[in-house]
């Protein structure tokens, strides 16, 4: 049993949820096209879609919401939450956004031309399709173990650097940047290392190629260094966070992932010529330059958000809760995603539903069944949520596919924690009932996992004997 620390916080404030039957989510579940992303959150017992704007804030962030200043121009808060990313994150030019995807909009717009190639450990959703929809060919570099659901590399996020140098090589000049993610979202939150971050920005750099860092999870990533990395164990959660970012020439950020905040994000950058270019572009598409779509009150939030995130009493328990997790599945011989990431437990669902074809979607339908099962909403990563691929129409299968089940920050106790377990380990028992996969009925263009709709490939039901 891995170190599991009781939670530094008590609760103040509670929100009922309920269970429901399984006559209820059987019907919901049809309603919503078995695809657990469009049901209402009130038939959900469990949500584990994302860690994204789900944490609970504290009782020093909601005091900080009365005092936002919702001034239009240059309010109090603004500054607030421009100095607490300055000291925590590192870099000078810092540009409010209304979440993290409006910066990438912009970071796309300022850099990325038709033809251009971007690299990147492995790939974000909403990261991709913005460097795509600006006519960028995205190309992965991760490591190959990143690839590997079993395989144990602490740093399952590291950029396999022949790899860059190989993409490099090939397209130079139309590199405009190089896009890094700590930690990685799609390998299952799993860490880049201080040195290999170094190393692969230093590479860039030697080729006059900026380097941006996708800092949702930066702390998490953080923490996995001060725990795995030699030479970091003695180093705050504050400093790794400032070696990660050192050596990068900016950040896109979404504040509803690390920062404890339900919404916001930011767009930080060094280069004075290139801040000046965004903050026009937030002009048009977010709000001013010193709200960029949020209200002060958010900006507040995020300010004591961002202190908050960096207590070591947080993040380890933090981390350890998911651990927990991730050890009941093991423990039962439910096949998951290792290392265990730092937001997310992956159900391996490929080897859960092996006796499905990859058509008949198994990451998708082991969500429909855990749903079923337990009230519990988790998301497929793979065939779905990697979309088709813009030149040749095909749909993408990655080699991995899985069930993710993302934890929210500071929401969730130790029971509803063993109600996901005991649920998994239910489904995965009784996984040779599932006789049906599912296929599309419904399939929208962009991020087409959000609004897709199904059915049961060849029957009326998933367990159709
Ligand atoms: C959530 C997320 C984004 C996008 O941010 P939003 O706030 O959802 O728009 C980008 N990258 C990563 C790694 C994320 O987790």
């Known amino acids: 049993m891995p170190d599991h620390p009781a939670e530094p916080w008590r609760i103040k404030m ?15 579940l049809r ?6 992303c469009l049901l209402r959150s009130e038939d959900v017992y469990i949500d584990l879609f994302t860690d994204s704007g789900t944490s609970a804030m504290s009782d020093r962030q909601w005091s900080a919401l009365m005092r936002g200043d919702e001034a239009y121009a240059g309010a109090r808060s603004f500054y607030l939450f421009e100095q607490a990313v300055r000291t925590h994150y590192g870099y000078e030019h810092v540009i409010p956004v209304h979440q993290g995807r409006g910066g990438e909009n912009i970071l796309s717009r300022c850099l990325i031309r038709p033809g251009s190639h971007v690299p990147g450990n492995m790939y974000f959703p909403s990261t991709r399709a ?7 060919t995205f190309h992965d570099v991760i490591i190959d173990e990143a690839h590997d659901a079993a395989d144990e590399h602490p740093f399952k996020g590291d950029v396999d650097l022949a790899k860059l140098r190989a993409v490099i090589a090939e397209h130079g000049a139309a590199i405009p940047y190089v896009s890094l993610a700590a930690t990685v979202n799609m390998a299952g939150g799993q860490p880049i290392s201080v040195a290999n971050l170094t190393a692969a920005c230093d590479l860039a750099h030697a ?6 860092l996708d800092t949702a999870r930066a702390v998490e990533n953080a923490w996995f260094v001060k725990q795995r990395e030699p030479g970091w164990a003695n180093h705050s ?6 070696a990660l970012c050192a050596p990068t020439d900016g950040a896109v950020m979404s504040a509803k992932k690390d920062c404890l905040a339900n919404i916001g994000g930011w767009i ?19 709000g001013l330059h010193t709200y960029g779509g949020m209200a ?10 961002i202190g908050e995130s960096v207590d070591e009493h947080h993040i380890r328990a933090r981390i350890a809760q998911v651990e927990y997790l991730g050890h009941r599945l093991d423990t039962a011989g439910v096949p998951i995603v290792h290392p265990v990431g730092g937001h997310c437990v992956c159900v391996d669902a490929t080897a859960v539903l092996d006796h499905l074809p990859r058509t008949e979607l198994p990451g998708q339908t082991l969500a429909a069944a855990v749903y079923l099962e337990g009230g519990i909403r988790g998301v497929e990563r793979g065939t779905v949520s990697a979309g088709r691929d813009p030149a040749t129409g095909e749909n993408r299968y990655p080699p991995l596919e899985f069930l993710r089940l993302a934890i929210p920050r500071r929401v969730y106790t130790q029971s509803h924690i063993d109600h996901v377990a005991d649920t998994l380990v239910r489904v995965h028992k009784n996984r040779h009932d599932i006789t049906h996969g599912l296929t599309f009925t419904h399939e929208p263009p962009h991020l087409r996992f959000f609004q897709a709709r199904f059915a049961p490939a060849g029957g009326a039901d998933i367990y159709d004997g």
Do not use: C, S
């Not at 930080?268 to 977010?286: H, I, K, M, N, S």
């Not at 002060?296 to 958000?305: L, N, P, S």
């Open 237 to 242: 959660i504050a400093d790794i966070l400032l």
């Open 207 to 212: 080729h006059g190629i900026p380097v941006f």
């Open 130 to 136: 913005h460097q795509e929809l600006n006519g960028a």
């Open 31 to 36: 309603e919503a096209g078995w695809n657990p």
């Open 14 to 28: 509670i929100e009922p949820i309920r269970t429901t039957t399984r006559e209820h989510r059987e019907k919901a």
């Open 268 to 286: 930080a950058l060094r280069d004075p010529g290139l801040a000046e270019q965004a903050r026009g572009l937030v002009l048009l598409y977010e």
């Open 296 to 305: 002060g009150r958010d900006m507040e939030a995020i300010a004591q958000g």
